[in-house]
């Protein structure tokens, strides 16, 4: 499995970074696991509907960050990926805490995958 990041992507790693000091090694395992199970597994991950792309993309609503201590997988981290299953790729699109976001950027996902 291989793994790319967009670099709005890689802003968004940068900005959460400072406050959660342990995201990088957080993002490495999460990581792990989709190299093992990449498709959606609920209640963690879902699909994202009605995009109008062929591109599976699913939203991760539970990582597990250690900076955040005593929450675990109820962090309030949001992860947006695409699956392309054929390639055994997945591109990270968007990471984001829900306090400060409330849904993922539709229009970042289309303008990459269309």
Do not use: W
């Not at 879902?46 to 792309?53: H, P, Q, T």
């Not at 309030?76 to 990270?92: H, Q, T």
């Amino acid at each position: 499995m291989t793994f790319d990041e967009l670099p709005e992507f890689n802003k968004d790693l940068k900005i959460l970074l400072k406050k959660y000091r342990t995201l990088q090694d957080d993002i490495e395992t999460v990581k792990k696991v989709l190299t093992v199970i990449p498709d959606e597994r609920p209640p963690f991950s879902f699909r994202i509907d009605n995009l109008g792309l062929t591109t599976c993309v699913i939203k991760v609503k539970k990582i597990a960050c250690r900076a955040l201590k005593g929450r675990g997988v109820n962090s309030g981290l949001r992860l947006v990926y695409a699956y392309f299953k054929e390639e055994e790729r997945i591109a990270f699109i968007e990471l984001f805490h829900k306090n400060d976001k409330e849904n993922e950027d539709r229009k970042r996902i289309l303008e990459n995958f269309k």
